[in-house]
Structures are given as C-alpha cells and as structure tokens.
Nanobody
Framework: QVQLVESGGGLVQAGGSLRLSCEFS????????MAWFRQGPGKEREFVGS????????WLADAVKGRFTISRDNAKKTVYLQMNSLKPEDTAVYYC?????????????????????WGQGTQVTVSS
C-alpha cells in the first residue's frame, strides 16, 4: 500500500520561498509519476507540476512556470516542490499525488482521476 506524507508548508510573505517535501512509502517508487496539486480557498484542486519516474522529465502549470521547480530523489523516495517568488494567489493546500500508470516521456497525467494515491495536504499561506 502506498502512503504519501507532505511537509514543509507554512506562512510566508509575498516574494518569499518555501520547499515542500513528499515522502513515499510503498513499493516501486521509481515506477510512479509523482505530482503536486493545490486547492485554494473556494477553488477546485488544480495541477501544479509532475515529474516522471526517472526524474528526467518535469512539467509545470503555466501559473507557476519560472517560479516553481519540481524534482525527486529516488534513493530517498521523496519528491520536492521548490516555490520561489511566492504570490498571495499561491495560497492553497498543496497535495502530493502518485500515479502507477504507464505514460511515455512525452505526456504526463494532469487530471485528479489519473492519480491513485494522495497525501493529506499541507497548507501554504502567502501574505501580501
């Protein structure tokens, strides 16, 4: 059984940085696409970014390109989201997700139903 545990959220001023971590427990970590989603107040959960199993390919939503970086350490079974130049509109609960399905290196799952496993979420609040 796969379990995901996020950490690293908190309160930060606009323009600041945070790094989120997500620890994966279970088998075949490197076979999973790992992703981050977020859900702001009164909003639907949305895709933030993902990284393929080999860590060679990453994808980021347009809203965070140039500010966020996603990476993974397969030896530590951990995926990271480095968030820089944070804005108040980045305020949300951030969720880690894992997909065991096969995807080529040219596509990535971006829909909620494409991910089988979810963490409990970590709150990120950006003050203006």
């Amino acid at each position: 059984q796969v379990q995901l545990v996020e950490s690293g959220g908190g309160l930060v001023q606009a323009g600041g940085s945070l790094r989120l971590s997500c620890e994966f427990s279970g088998r075949f970590y490197s076979s999973h696409v790992m992703a981050w989603f977020r859900q702001g107040p009164g909003k639907e959960r949305e895709f933030v970014g993902s990284v393929n199993g080999s860590a060679e390919r990453t994808w980021l939503a347009d809203a965070v390109k140039g500010r966020f970086t996603i990476s993974r350490d397969n030896a530590k079974k951990t995926v990271y989201l480095q968030m820089n130049s944070l804005k108040p509109e980045d305020t949300a609960v951030y969720y880690c997700a894992a997909s065991r399905n096969y995807y080529s290196d040219y596509v990535t799952p971006t829909k909620l139903h494409e991910y089988e496993y979810w963490g409990q979420g970590t709150q990120v609040t950006v003050s203006s």
